[in-house]
């Protein structure tokens, strides 16, 4: 171990390694450094993490840091950050690797600039009591990447019985389920694109909390198995609260093409048992969110209290006009129908503002105030579609340019739908572009 005085060098400058090595407190955009380590394989990291103070950088050089479980540590407010070395990486560079990760009762951690690939399940587990873990740039995937998870079993990450994470800018591909996030408090997911999975992102009893921004794109479910994907779920099976205070806002789900995927399905399991307690999710927002596809359930809401749901779009692809449940005998493909927005059991919903294929469906009480019905095949009723959207794509992936109300009509004037483009999905790999933006996101 080499110590060093206590001048400045920037972030991510070009510096000799050894097996670990302390730097001079060291700069960054979002916040500065007290101390650097630079490390190159597993031994080293470990080293490194034995002695890091709060407010430490761990520099990653290229290579293979297999399996890291990390039990009952506090790096302190100023957290450790671990981050690969090559800070302005592309799509192509090789980065930093992990097997998998494991943080139980971890507090004070970032990791962003690294991959976690393998058959672990989950690949990245954040449980029993953690806080105050923030990834950024972090790509998750099976052991396969091919772009086609029937040959994966695992999920990318499950958050569980924690607070105060957050997931920004990550990639979830060549997986069966993108992540699980359950019993826990003050979560932003934020930025992050999952495709190529056979499930997206599923939460249950978890508070105060954002699902914001997010790319959900090319689901390839086993529907021969009975799979029925969601992009984005929210259940209550063996919990005893649902979903509270908790914000999905302008998310990207885009699965046209012959496979059927739900797109914000929320419902609780009690209300199969009528006669025995009742959970519901309460204070949901949900709001500027695009759907295209063909499930019925483009946004369903069902035991729910108090969601202001407006200015989504619910739109129906091309397969969804088949208006069918014929499936291909080799399960790759599915039925496809007009999808909607309803609430159900439910009251003091608020549906506003929303573009959809049919009326406001579902028996939910509350203000169902000026939404716009496009025109669908099995109604056969509603604005056309070129009155108030552009053109309707026929591709599987269009860009969210093709969802946007048109401008200078009056519906856009009236704010009804999305009025205008956002970014969403992970959107770059280097360091130096997300790190700072997903500590700003990072909640109090």
């Known amino acids: 171990m080499k110590l060093a005085s206590a001048f400045a060098v920037p972030l991510f ?77 592309s799509a ?25 690939v393998g058959t672990a399940h989950p690949l990245v587990n954040i449980h029993n009591g953690s806080s105050d873990i923030i990834f950024s740039a972090v790509r998750f995937y099976g052991n396969s990447i091919n772009q086609d998870p029937w040959d994966d079993e695992n999920t990318g990450l499950w958050i569980r019985g924690s607070s105060r994470i957050t997931i920004f800018s990550c990639l979830f591909q060549d997986l069966s389920n993108g992540s699980f996030i359950q019993r826990s408090d003050k979560v932003t997911y934020m930025r992050n694109t ?71 399905f929320i419902r609780s399991q009690t209300e199969e048992n009528p006669e025995g307690p009742q959970v519901v999710h309460k204070s949901l927002k949900v709001a500027g969110n695009i759907y295209f596809g063909s499930s019925v ?78 025109y669908d095949v099995v109604q056969k009723a509603g604005v056309p579609w070129t009155n108030i959207l552009p053109t309707r794509p026929t591709t599987s992936v269009p860009a969210i340019t093709s969802f946007i109300t048109l401008a200078g009509t009056t519906y856009a004037t009236d704010s009804i739908g999305v009025i205008r483009t956002f970014g969403y999905g992970f959107y770059t790999e280097r360091v130096t572009v997300t790190l700072p933006r997903a500590i700003s996101a990072h909640m109090k």
């Open 297 to 374: 359930h483009g946004i369903t809401l069902g035991s729910v209290e108090s969601a202001d749901v407006r200015n989504n779009v619910v739109v129906a692809s091309p397969w969804g006009d088949r208006n069918s449940s014929e499936r291909a005998a080799d399960g790759h493909s599915s039925g496809g129908y007009q999808p909607g927005i309803r609430g159900y059991s439910g009251r003091f919903n608020n549906f506003s503002r929303n573009i959809s294929m049919a009326p406001i469906g579902g028996d939910s009480s509350g203000n169902r105030t000026e939404n716009v019905d496009v």
């Open 92 to 116: 192509t560079t090789e980065r930093p690797t992990f097997a998998s990760l494991t943080l139980q009762t971890v507090s004070g951690l970032i990791f962003s600039g690294v991959d976690v």
């Open 194 to 264: 999952l495709r190529h999975t056979r499930e997206g992102l599923n939460l249950a009893a978890i508070s105060n909390s954002r699902v914001i921004l997010n790319h959900f794109h090319s689901f390839a479910p086993r529907y021969g198995d009975g799979e029925h994907p969601d992009a984005i779920q929210g259940w209550t099976t063996n919990e005893t609260v649902g979903l509270t205070n908790v914000e999905i806002s302008s998310n990207a789900i885009i699965t046209g093409g012959d496979k059927a995927v739900q797109g914000i």
């Open 13 to 89: 400058a070009c510096l000799s390694v050894s097996a670990l090595t302390v730097l001079p407190a060291t700069s960054a955009v979002a916040q500065s450094y007290t101390a650097t380590y630079d490390v190159s394989d597993q031994a080293g990291l470990l080293a490194a993490l034995k002695v890091a103070q709060s407010g430490s950088l761990i520099r990653l050089a290229m290579g293979d840091y297999g399996d890291i479980n990390l039990y009952n540590r506090n790096f302190g407010a100023g957290r450790v950050t671990i981050a690969s070395a090559n800070a302005a990486a």
